[in-house]
């Protein structure tokens, strides 16, 4: 929103030094409304002034060249060489002397000589001063202005340049902000001052709009839907003050009529649109156009419609349109349409005023690609009982500067509801605020200060009978923001400034941490990274597919659903890095995802993929790319997770679509199956265009960090070296061969106790020495005291114990 300073001056009295450019930008950042840049539209006619063309002559060595005597009311006339074609004797113009400096141009003025004709200075156009310009050619003020400055008088401030302009990041909650008059009442209240806003009024038929029943339900989403008809109108350029408010907000002049409703729009907030009636009329071929042909509803799928700028549009059910004998006159609060837009030759007009649900409006300019003032308003929301005042403001602007006469207004609201008065406590107000500044003390917010600030705001506050606060009734400008206690009481320190109230500390302090659970995923992460992966983050959009949950408003089309899968993205990437040349890929992501079941649940998982090799060397493989086997790769998840001591068992998996049914295992966290590591099918592969090796693995989040967070079992404990020796035995057993190690491993433990240290896994074998479907098996046990050396009968008691319940339990006979 850009806010011209001597407007907002216009509109509301207060300390002269408070509403300087500097202290307001600070106060109003401080409130809420960001000021990212100060334009000073003076420097861009600084060193600039009005000038007399004395006399005009071709220049003799160049045939588009004009030699000029310019009188700037100085002892000595200046010879300027111009090479503009409207150019001539007798005219007043803008003068840029030898040492100015045209930011709009980026060009600093020096004597030169032009084709052999010293030229000391330039005579400007609009353009060349930061302004919009309708032809080419310099400036000519006995055209723009009333009355000329004297001559050497400086032309900024006939221009309008003598101004600054805010420029304010207008937040979601505010659409106030995005008009002159909620800008002025926020400043009044911010300094102290008066605004100065009145309401002009004016006598016009109000009847109910006739709409079909299919179209009063969409005016109902809205809430307010009306028309004043105006005749003997003259469309004619707009007045000077009103093109150059219209310039220093960033909108480009047109014609008075539709100047005047874009000021409206800047001045109150509400957008307005002007139908050139006679044109209406012309759709159904009558003389004057009828009331009962207007409506309102859904665009048909492919229906087509032209916008003021020219451009068509395929229209879909998703934008909302005015129409006319049920054929597209407007964006319903996004554009209008060129074939009903006013010209020179408009004598009556349609004004409509209305209020469009902001849902409608926002899908319907996202539907067509375009985003205008008026929906940037409409999408934040507007109040309804401001609707018929910007309307009477227009309709006075009209008579004034068009001759407009007023033939009747038609109107169709919602029933309005009664505003109900929010409560504010007054401890709870003074206990969330806490003190604020006084003198060189601080003390409690009084009741006079409170009531002050928020009548400031238009508020009305009623004291409650029981004297322990307030009933207020909020203005309907702030209705889309203030609609808790808690909202008030903002409202309170924003405006008295957050920087006035005393710092309090917790008492009593306490220490900060994080959770466990925290501790245990960050260290998770860090033992990832350790192990080689690095750590992805992508994007939590995804495109349509079978099953994912749809957003009710996705920001772009391509992206509008919610992911179910970390792997997806995951193995995109590894294929993209691939393809640009890099030799692996190896990568972890904990992320949310979204399922579509009943319950739409939400689960963290971590999900990660090994692609390709990432090593420094190939001196020990000959130069060729090794990347890492099936039980390397599970080695490095394996690595990281047992630094957080999460007991994880591997069982075999042959029915996961994207993984290879032979080297495929389900893991198993504290006896339940919590996710899935293995090697990407064959076929997957292929699609994907990744290696046959890639791997790729699932696990369940939340069940990992319960596991990790019993007993702090990551936690590191003292353990003394041993000082007796061990004594080491190999076992082989023959077993089925679907049992798995893991099985066999767990008896083996149990069953040694308490003088098994330690058993591991050295050999699998099947063979022809073994019947089929069985397989051999060794493990290297180690046993030791830590008190003593133990004796081989003590070791071979242990030993056999382990036997015995391998095979009592698993069926397993010892290898001969």
């Known amino acids: 929103m850009r806010v011209s300073l001597q407007w907002l001056q216009e509109l509301v009295t207060g300390p002269e030094q408070a509403l300087a450019p500097g202290p307001l930008a600070e106060r109003l950042s401080l409130a809420g409304f960001e000021v990212d840049a100060i334009e000073d539209l003076a420097a861009q006619a600084g060193g600039v002034v009005v000038g007399f063309v004395r006399e005009r002559q071709a220049h003799p060595n160049a045939d588009k060249l004009s030699v000029c005597l310019v009188d700037i009311g100085a002892a000595e006339t200046l010879q300027i060489v111009c090479g503009a074609a409207n150019v001539r004797a007798g005219i007043h113009v803008p003068v840029a002397l030898v040492g100015a400096t ?382 808790r206690e808690v909202d008030l009481i903002e409202e309170v320190a924003r405006l008295v400034g957050y920087d006035h109230f005393a710092c309090h500390l917790p008492d009593p302090l306490e220490p900060g941490g994080l959770t466990p659970a925290q501790q245990v995923e960050r260290r998770l992460r860090r033992q990832l990274c350790a192990a080689g992966l690095q750590e992805a983050c992508s994007f939590s959009l995804v495109p349509a597919a079978a099953g994912r949950i749809p957003l009710a408003n996705p920001l772009l089309a391509d992206y509008g659903y919610l992911r179910d899968n970390l792997h997806g993205e995951l193995l995109g990437a590894a294929r993209r890095n691939l393809q640009s040349g890099q030799p692996g890929f190896w990568a972890f992501e904990i992320g949310q995802v979204f399922s579509s079941d009943a319950a739409r649940s939400a689960r963290q998982l971590l999900a990660g993929v090994i692609c390709g090799e990432r090593r420094g060397e190939r001196w020990s493989s000959s130069g060729k790319p090794q990347p890492p086997s099936y039980h390397q790769a599970r080695g490095l998840l394996q690595q990281a997770l047992a630094a957080l001591a999460i007991p994880i068992e591997d069982r075999p998996l042959t029915q996961h679509p994207l993984l290879h049914p032979g080297r495929a295992a389900q893991l198993v966290v504290e006896g339940r199956p919590q996710g899935w590591f293995g090697q990407l099918h064959p076929e997957q592969a292929e699609k994907l265009d990744l290696p046959q090796t890639s791997i790729i693995f699932e696990l369940e989040l939340d069940a990992l960090l319960i596991a990790a967070t019993r007993r702090n079992r990551w936690q590191p404990a003292f353990a003394p070296y041993a000082t007796v020796p061990a004594s080491e035995r190999d076992l082989a057993v023959v077993v089925a061969a679907s049992t798995n190690s893991a099985e066999l491993l767990q008896v083996i433990r149990k069953a040694g106790k308490p003088l098994l240290e330690h058993a591991e896994l050295v050999d699998r074998y099947e063979g022809g020495q073994l019947a089929a479907g069985q397989c051999s098996q060794a493990f290297r046990l180690r046993y030791r005291d830590a008190s003593r050396t133990l004796t081989d009968e003590e070791v071979e008691a242990a030993h056999s114990s382990i036997r015995a319940a391998l095979e009592k339990q698993l069926g397993a006979l010892l290898r001969s």
């Open 102 to 483: 045209l930011p709009a141009v980026n060009l600093t003025i020096k004597p030169a000589e032009l084709r052999g004709v010293a030229s000391s200075g330039m005579i400007c156009s609009l353009a060349e001063l930061g302004q919009t310009a309708e032809g080419e050619g310099i400036a000519i003020l006995d055209e723009l202005l009333e009355q000329v400055p004297p001559l050497g008088a400086a032309v900024g401030p006939s221009l309008g340049l003598d101004d600054q302009v805010l420029e304010l990041a207008i937040t979601a909650n505010r659409p106030d902000g995005l008009s002159m008059q909620g800008i002025a009442r926020e400043v009044a209240a911010l300094v102290g001052g008066q605004t100065q806003i009145k309401a002009p009024e004016i006598a016009a038929t109000s009847q109910p709009l006739p709409l079909s029943a299919s179209d009063r339900v969409a005016v109902e989403a809205g809430g307010l839907f009306s028309i004043t008809a105006l005749d003997g109108l003259k469309v004619a350029p707009s007045p000077l003050w009103l093109h150059q408010r219209l310039q220093k907000a960033g909108i480009r002049p047109i014609n008075n009529i539709v100047d005047i409703t874009n000021l409206v729009m800047l001045e109150t907030g509400q957008p307005l649109h002007a139908f050139d009636s006679k044109r209406l009329a012309v759709i159904d071929g009558d003389s004057e156009p009828q009331l009962a042909s207007l409506g309102l509803r859904q665009a048909l799928d492919g229906e087509e419609f032209t916008s003021l700028d020219a451009t068509e549009h395929k229209l879909s059910p998703e934008a909302l349109v005015v129409t006319y004998s049920n054929r597209p006159i407007a964006l319903a609060g996004v554009m209008g349409g060129a074939d009903e837009a006013v010209n020179e030759a408009t004598t009556s007009i349609w004004l409509e005023a209305a209020v469009f649900a902001p849902q409608a409006v926002r899908r319907s300019a996202r539907s067509v690609g375009l985003r205008t003032e008026a929906s940037s308003r409409f999408e934040k929301g507007l109040p309804r009982e401001a609707t018929l005042a910007a309307a009477d403001r227009a309709v006075a602007l009209l008579k004034q500067h068009c001759a407009a006469n007023v033939s009747g207004r038609w109107l169709h609201k919602r029933a309005e509801q009664p505003i109900e008065p929010l409560q504010l406590r007054r401890d709870a107000l003074l206990n969330l605020l806490g003190p604020v500044e006084d003198g060189e003390d601080y003390s409690d917010l009084s009741d006079d200060r409170i009531v002050q600030t928020l009548t400031a705001l238009g508020c009305q506050l009623a004291e409650e009978i029981d004297g322990e606060g307030w009933l207020v009734t909020v203005p309907p400008s702030r209705l889309m923001d203030l609609q």
